[in-house]
């Protein structure tokens, strides 16, 4: 088996994981929520606006219009992540992403000469095990 039907495999085998069962149906009962998409949609054109206002010319730039809006922003984003359906995402989303790093972890420990079999990401980069206090792999 060359590196590239290897790799088709892994995605196989990402797929069947139940982390990422979990992502993809945290993912569409996100999209199927329409108070959530509402909820994006609003903080969306908030963030916007506050864009627009923030890239004028420093000399035309109304400071407290945009710390209003910076925090009316804020509060949107809050509303967001309030929503069950978001916040259930969030922490598949965060499972499915330390999968995913552990998985480019081995590969990348493997490309540099450790046995794939035995190599290991946490020990390896005196990881704790806990990304909350990570600074990142690698």
């Known amino acids: 088996m060359d590196a590239i039907m290897a ?3 892994l995605g ?6 139940q982390r990422y069962k979990d992502y993809v149906a945290a993912k569409a009962a ?17 963030r916007q606006l506050l864009q627009v206002e923030m890239s ?3 000399n035309e730039q109304d400071a407290e219009k945009i710390r209003s809006m910076n925090k009316d922003m804020q509060e949107a ?9 978001m916040a259930n995402f969030a922490i598949v989303k965060n499972a499915l992403d330390m999968l995913l790093n552990e998985v480019n972890m081995i590969i990348s420990m493997s ?5 794939p079999e035995t190599c290991d990401p ?10 909350a ?5 690698g």
């Not at 196989?12 to 994981?17: E, L, M, N, P, V």
């Not at 999209?31 to 969306?44: K, N, T, V, W």
């Not at 984003?77 to 359906?85: A, E, H, Q, T, W």
């Open 7 to 9: 790799a088709r495999e």
């Open 30 to 46: 996100n999209d199927a929520d329409e108070e959530l998409q509402g909820l994006i949609s609003d903080f969306s054109a908030k």
């Open 56 to 58: 004028k010319p420093e």
């Open 133 to 137: 206090t990570c600074g990142g792999c």
């Open 12 to 17: 196989k085998a990402i797929q069947a994981d």
């Open 111 to 115: 490309c540099e000469g450790e046995d």
């Open 77 to 85: 984003y809050g509303n967001v992540m309030k929503n069950v359906n």
């Open 122 to 131: 946490h020990a390896s980069h005196g990881c704790g095990g806990s990304c």
